[in-house]
């Protein structure tokens, strides 16, 4: 009778520790996944995911798209921003000719959207980078130069890359100012 006794207690325990530990494993696991939930906000904050996306300008991507990716203004501040529109007669020897209503939408799109006005962490990052100054290209802009430094410069050169003005063909998300390090993918050929 002692060892029936002892073997549904033995029995009791062993459920009584398979329950416990499958309501731990449940909530540790909803544990984990909240904790990796709101990491996920954290470290996401500023890098295009979870925000509002800048907004489209149809003049703007139709005055510059049509030759090149129209940039996204937060990388540059609003003085080269400025220079740039106001010397469209020569725009790296080209002439870009647009009305005056267009280039007034585009230099205010610009200039609303420049580095320096921008809340995006991309626009600190640059604005931080320059120290003052009013570089011409994106290029030019130390934070963008230094964040490519480690690629091999015969990545510039490949035929679908187009060298490290063409921000596009590496960062697929980059019209919407997402140019973190997890989306970039940078093309074999």
Not at 16 to 27: G, K, R, T
Not at 41 to 61: F, I, Q, S, T
């Amino acid at each position: 009778m002692k060892a029936k006794h002892l073997l549904l207690a033995l029995a009791f325990a062993v459920g009584a520790i398979s329950v416990a530990a499958y309501c731990l494993a449940e909530d540790s696991s909803g544990h984990r996944e909240h904790r990796r939930e709101s990491k996920g906000k954290r470290h996401n904050k500023g890098h295009g995911k979870g925000k509002a996306e800048l907004p489209r300008n149809p003049v703007y991507e139709a005055a510059c798209g049509s030759c090149h990716w129209a940039y996204a203004p937060q990388l540059l501040p609003k003085k080269s921003w400025e220079n740039m529109v106001a010397s469209l007669g020569d725009h790296f020897g080209n002439e870009v000719v647009l009305s005056e209503q267009e280039k007034t939408v585009v230099r205010d799109y610009l200039l609303g959207n420049a580095a320096d006005v921008s809340a995006t962490k991309i626009g600190r990052k640059v604005m931080h980078s320059l120290g003052g100054g009013a570089p011409f290209r994106v290029v030019e802009v130390p934070y963008i130069q230094r964040k490519h430094r480690k690629l091999a410069p015969e990545v510039f050169t490949r035929k679908d890359v187009g060298g490290l003005a063409n921000c596009v063909a590496c960062h697929p998300a980059a019209a919407n100012v997402d140019f973190d390090d997890d989306s970039v993918r940078i093309p074999a050929n």
